[in-house]
């Protein structure tokens, strides 16, 4: 018998039923395997909103970014390869092909919880984001897949040199 099995025998409904499930987390609750989400195969390449900057002092001239990323920390390391992610300043930054990247809000627009992340999507060929709460799923300028992501979540500009990756507005 599951937990949501258990506290419905007792007579918890709606809204008592949500809070004492959302109350009852153990420290096993807080690690999310990310499922993979399978769609129709898809062989285009999707379209990823990177501008490519040849030399540090073209990055160094935008101004108004919101995130500055060297991507030789060991923090950032993950952006290394295609696929890997990170979670700055409630920006979700993801490698989405060699040498391209992608940046959104971590802000789910179907209900306001930060916990868009990233998935390669490698049955696919499709990478998304989405959220790890409900479902909703956006593809990579923040436009909804799904009726949960239907609203779709702001993206960002980004621009790289390679080494370091900038998120603009």
């Known amino acids: 018998m599951t937990r949501y099995e258990f506290l419905k025998s007792l007579g918890f409904t709606g809204a008592s039923l949500m809070a004492v499930l959302t109350s009852c ?23 990823v ?8 002092s073209d990055i160094d001239k935008i101004t108004n970014y919101l995130l500055k990323i060297d991507i030789s920390a060991t923090s950032t390391s993950a952006l290394k390869k295609v696929g890997g992610y990170v979670i700055q300043n409630n920006i979700v930054v993801a490698q989405v092909s060699a040498g391209a990247f992608a940046a959104v ?3 789910c ?4 919880k930060r916990k868009v992340i990233y998935s390669p999507n490698p049955t696919n060929a499709t990478p998304e984001f989405y959220c790890t709460d409900h479902g909703a799923r956006f593809d990579m300028t923040g436009k909804g897949l799904n009726s949960y992501g239907s609203k779709g979540i702001t993206a960002y500009k980004i621009a790289t040199d390679g080494k370091v990756v900038v998120v603009y507005a």
């Open 105 to 107: 809000t971590n802000l």
């Open 49 to 56: 909103p990177v501008t490519p900057i040849s030399g540090t």
């Open 109 to 112: 627009s179907h209900e306001p």
């Open 25 to 47: 987390v153990r420290e096993e609750d807080t690690v999310i395997d990310a499922p993979r989400i399978s769609t129709t195969a898809s062989t285009t390449t999707p379209t």
